[in-house]
């Protein structure tokens, strides 16, 4: 068949390159550049995280709505400006975390595109000659004492019900390991299984030349609509015209909602803001990817530099970025890293991007109502990145009428009727 990628980031690139390993032909529509500035998957924290499993909501968050909603510095920000075109998915959002089992449900749902995550990455690495890019090299989490890291029982409970193995640390061992970590931080948890992106930009770039090298066209144009005929997709309509094709996946990330409901789908999807700042001169920092449990950010060692990533705005796609997120972020990795210079005396490249998040903290991967030739693999939220090749296996066994390789239920387009 003749199937059409819509969106070139690292679901999309999966995808395509898990449809021409089927023997499919395969056209990517992106506008932007693969790998660009304007995708998610360029600002990526980097973690690749079988840990990755506790969802954004849980029990009792709604009881801390109103301090998001006052307090412009903390961790989860909620604009003002944008709360009543919010409020349905910020209602959604409560519910789905609103008892134990909903989360625990979740839970188990992401382990089963999390838990083999680092390994399909470095054999896709390997297969593109980009080995390089990814690193096993575990993921930290580093706690003032035992104390707060009893706090987050649940996220603990979460992590050990779906499978997650981890090594305590000690201070010894903690400071052993990151010798640059403040006097702060007297406790570690250390999820070996986990890796690291070195460069993500560039890894998805590979990943799509990859693709095209195989025979993949890529058209940087934007997919406005399908063109149908009855229940069958005959073309996508883009701004350079059409492009017959027989299927298509809509991979676009948080613009991917539009298209859906043409598809006959209305999905509760928004722009769940991250920033990142890198830090491009030498510093003191980790020598491998670090979480403080107090500034819940990644703290990771790039090509570029080091990486901090974090920081939750929900608000809409084209509202302006709000720089003073970086400035929490590097101001948090200064108190984490004593030997880090000021500000005034270190570059820092800011970036802004959307993270497609849907309420429950769960992918859209299936059919969409109108047309089994027009499937969903977009809404990733947090863990996009991580389950990007799994996604893209999963999206090309639908193109294929293949069983998939996981169950599929919890991450139905039609869950949000």
Partial sequence: ?????????????????????????????????PGGR????????????????VPMSTPGLWKQVPGYLLNPNGPLVIRWANIVQLLPWLSRFLLAGSTLRRVERTARALATILKDSPERHIALAKSIGASDLIRREGLLYAYPDRAAFETEKLAWHLRRITGLEWQELDEQSLRTREPALSAHYRFGVLAEAGAHCTDPGLYVSALVSEAVKYGARLIKTKATSFRLKGERLEAIETDQGEIVCDRTVVAAGVWSKALARMAGDRIPLESERGYHGVIGTPVNGPAHPVMPSDGKMANTPTAHGLRLSGQVELATVDTPPNWKRVDILLDHARRTYAGLPETRDISVDRWMGHRPSTPDGRPVIGRASISTDVIYAFGHGHVGFASGPISGRLAADLVSDKPPERDLEPFSPQRFR
Avoid at 2 to 21: F, N, Q
Avoid at 38 to 53: D, E, K, M, N, R
């Fill in 1 to 33: 068949m003749h199937v059409t990628v819509i969106g070139a980031g690292i679901v999309g690139a999966c995808t395509a390159l898990e449809l021409l390993r089927d023997g499919h032909q395969v056209t990517i529509i992106e506008p932007g550049e």
């Fill in 38 to 53: 304007q995708a998610a998957s360029y600002g990526h924290g980097c973690w690749i995280s079988p840990a990755s499993v």
